[in-house]
């Protein structure tokens, strides 16, 4: 595979930076239509070859090395009058000069191959280096995001340097590129400048979740956009901070990690997902879909040594690639597409072939093998391997990134091969973000930098913060403890086929347990609301009627919602869940919510008494595998992925004689969640008359756990004021209080009862706020005055001006989607 895309390059396109491979002809830049931020990799030196140069090394074609080694001598110009993203110039072509040159350093003290070289690729880095340094004459130190090769930023040739504004990840991933130049060179200037940016990153962090945005602005350090994740925009500077301690050895970029890394362990993993938040409120969830460059920080929490979340992670992300052949570059939490492309990214190979070095587990072999079996199925054609354009057409795009060649072949074919049929040792060396090699004894070739350390202050530390700790130390004698973590994950996608191409597909939204209107509803699921076109599309007062097969992605929603009642004159009464066997004897009980459909409790005299066990698929939204486990049983099913009513007929047809879901959403419970009732599909659901009730995630975790420790629990359903043990009468009614809050009109006097005297009509407190030397606390500033200067601010982003290097490691805008308001 490697060689024939590598082959295709350089017979159809060498000297140019890109193979075409549907055109089989070289990409270069100004000749081909302008693609925006993606041409800013391209800089008119063959970036396909100096990328590629250690990749054949690891693939063991020596040969082939020391052709593209006196060929980059040879022909490779960093003097050209473009203007190149600094971010890419950086991790490709800087790191690819510079591990083609500890390759042929390596090769040439073994004394059989490379004799005659004599330090030229260090030479070229060097110049490259200090082409790139005119990036960082900013008054912060953040490197303005592009720079022209020939005239650096602020020539009136430069035709750049009206930038303010650039990526996290931009400015936080210099540090291994230029500690090693620094190191290599004995001149710590490099060093210097990458250490800066670092230092303003951290400083700049929010102090109160230690987590940073994903657009700074390069002047003030002012951040432009607010939210915070692992993905586009900010992925490589947690994997730099982690690395630059590996590969330079200094406490202080260890300590800044594990700071970020407790961030984002507590505020953006909710495994097996990885949400992105607002900075300052991270408890807001900032969008309802991830982007496939997240997809490298399994491989990050394996370098850590955080093995479980890591696992449930990569697993996720296998299922979404199993669903549409390839990782989409972006998709919901629901696992749809968001952006169907597909550039051929490496970020998954990456994470499964650290995965599997650390747990030595056969199915990560497996995962390798369904990558390369849909790459030469789904990519390959005669000239090289294209990107995708869709992942749910297959349809290709004329378009073969460097990195494909640097990092897809060299994570595969490392993933597959033995540590003796390398022709050298891999642990000797630190991968960069482009996957070149760095090797770990620069941490003692030259001191860090003493000039600009920055404290940090102590963090909880974990097993893992100052340790590498291998599978057999936390996981001793059991092979089989991945797989474990794994079967958590195993129906994330449910059991339907893959992506059925139509012209629309319905989706029933259930809308009985949330608050929100309709419409903000869908929103908040990521859905875009947009009017229809006369003609394409009727909708009629009985629901929408899509004609046939122009509209794809056009969805038809039932909305399914109980609009007959208002939620405050409908009394939910809750139900309990009563554990009745040794040794609970029903002393424990759990509040649960009732369903609209299903046996009616509350007409049973003695409840219902069964056995529990776990329903498998966990979701119930697949064929039941355990049947024979479940019969005569109550069965657990978790909530989510499909309705209630379809789960409680597969588990009644199982042969179980109720069911208790539970809530998918962590931490919710019944003391601080209203308790409601489950509706059904909007269709008959006469027959399903097993008892159904509801619990929250955390009585539900006292279930389950009850469950794991004793095996055999029996339990009682039953109304809650009926539970065994409790004297008639004494059982608490809920009951519901009004309060009303407004303020003192002018001159308006104290009274002692409600306004306009009498006796309150409902039980309702009204609190009469009286100003006391000045307006009111809360209320409007006056006419002319804006609101007060705290507060986060509109995203100031638009879908045209992305910050530079965000095509690289993923595009953190909307591309032809309306835009999010920042939270």
Known sequence: MFDHAYGSYMKHAYPADELMPLSCRGRVRGMEPNRGDIDDALGKFSLTLIDTLDTLVVLNKLEEFEEGVRRAIRDVRLDNDVVVSVFETNIRVLGGLLGAHVMADMLRQRGQRMLWYRDELLHMAKELGNRLLPAFNTTSGLPYPRVNLRYGVLNPLSRTGTESDTCTACAGTMILE?????????????????????????????????????????????????????????????????????????????????????????????????????????????????????????????????????????????????????????????????????????????????????????????????????????????????????????????????????????????????????????????????????????????????????????????????????????????????????????????????????????????????????????????????????????????????????????????????????????????????????????????????????????????GVKGSIAKSAPYTACGAIENPAELRGRIALALRGDCMFAAKARRLQDAGAIGVIFIDHREGSSSEDTPLFQMVGDGGGTDDITVPLVFLFSREGAGLLAALEEHRNVDVLLLPRDRQLGQEPGKAERLKGVNIKIRLAEEGEAREAGPPGGGAAKSATIELLLEPEGGPARGSRPPAGQGPPAEGPSPDPCSPGGAPEGTERRGPPRDIGGPQEPDP
């Open 178 to 606: 230029f500690a090693a130049l620094s190191r290599l060179l004995g001149d710590s200037v490099y060093e210097e400048h990458a250490r800066r940016a670092l230092d303003v990153l951290w400083q700049k962090r929010q102090r109160g979740s230690d987590l940073v945005g994903t657009v700074i602005n390069i002047h003030n350090g002012d951040w432009v956009r607010r939210d915070s994740g692992v993905g586009a925009g900010i992925d490589s500077y947690y994997e730099y901070l982690m690395k630059a301690y590996i590969l330079l050895g200094d406490d202080v970029y260890l300590e800044r990690f594990n700071t970020h890394y407790a961030a984002i362990m507590k505020y953006i993993s909710q495994p097996p997902l990885l949400l992105s938040v607002h900075m300052h409120n991270p408890t807001i969830s900032v969008r309802s879909w991830m982007d496939s460059l997240l997809a490298f920080f399994p491989g990050l929490q394996v370098l850590r040594g955080d093995l479980k979340p890591a696992i449930e992670t990569h697993e996720m992300l296998y299922q979404v690639t199993k669903e549409h052949k390839f990782l989409p570059e972006a998709f919901t939490t629901e696992f749809r597409v968001h952006w169907g492309q597909h550039p051929l990214r490496p970020e998954f190979a990456e994470s499964t072939y650290f995965l599997y070095k650390a747990t030595g587990d056969p199915y990560y072999l497996r995962v390798g093998k369904s990558v390369v079996e849909k790459l030469n199925a789904h990519a390959r054609v005669p000239c090289g391997f294209a990107a995708v354009q869709d992942v749910r057409t297959g349809a290709h795009e004329d378009r073969m990134d460097s990195f494909f060649l640097a990092e897809m072949f060299k994570y595969l074919y490392l993933l597959f091969s033995e540590k003796s049929e390398l022709p050298f040792d891999i642990d000797d060396y630190v991968f960069t973000t482009e996957a070149h090699l760095l090797p770990i004894s620069l941490s003692t070739s030259e001191g860090p930098c003493q000039d600009n350390r920055t404290g940090v202050y102590a963090s909880e530390e974990d097993l893992f913060s100052y340790s590498c700790p291998s599978a057999q130390t936390l996981f001793p004698n059991n092979p089989s403890f991945a797989k474990t973590i794994r079967d958590g994950s195993k129906y994330l996608m449910g059991t339907g086929g893959g992506y059925q191409p139509s012209a629309g597909r319905g989706i029933e939204l259930p809308l009985h347990d949330n608050g929100m209107e309709p419409m903000e509803f869908l929103k908040s699921m990521g859905i875009s609301l947009t009017p229809l076109s006369d003609g394409s599309i009727g909708v009629t007062s009985t629901g929408a009627q899509l004609d046939a097969s122009s509209q794809k992605g056009v969805y038809r929603v039932k909305l399914i919602a109980e609009v007959t009642q208002a939620p405050e004159e409908e009394e939910v009464l809750p139900l309990a869940v009563q554990l009745i066997s040794p040794p609970f004897l029903g002393r424990t009980v759990l509040t649960a919510g009732p369903a609209k459909f299903g046996m009616d409790l509350t007409k049973t005299e003695h």
